[in-house]
């Protein structure tokens, strides 16, 4: 199959700039200094809701064992509960307490709060309606 030098070219840009927009982004709130690592499963956990670690380790696509000892981490920082999963006694399923989810919530506002300025402060009207339409066919790529 021929890929067309634009289709090649457009690929390679919207690369490039999501992983910027994506590592600025992390940049903007560093959620209480946690890790990478820390902060993700924090995420997950607000997105996905209460997973045993196995499904966390799984979905992290990291070792049970690193699995383990990000989740004491946020433990120790009171941001999760953990709690017996009534069919196998010898699983614990783990959710965000209180503490997580305002941290979890104030990371995605201040991320969305700095987007927001910066799509104001750097494009015009008719360059943010551009960006909209432009979300719009980028999100056909997300559709099976």
Known sequence: MDVSESAARAARDLRVVVSRLRRRLKEIYAAGDLTPSQASVLSRLEKD???????????????????????????????????????????????????????????????????????????TDAERATIIEAMALLDRLTQP
């Open 49 to 123: 809701g209460a997973a045993s670690a196995s499904e966390l380790a799984a979905a992290e696509r990291v070792r049970p064992q690193s699995m383990a000892t990000t989740l004491a981490a946020l433990a120790g920082r009171g941001l999760i509960d953990r709690r017996p999963d009534p069919g196998d006694g010898r699983r614990q399923f783990v959710s965000l307490s209180a503490a997580g989810r305002d941290l979890a919530a104030g990371s995605r506002q201040a991320r969305e709060e700095w987007l927001t300025r910066a799509l104001q402060d750097r494009y």
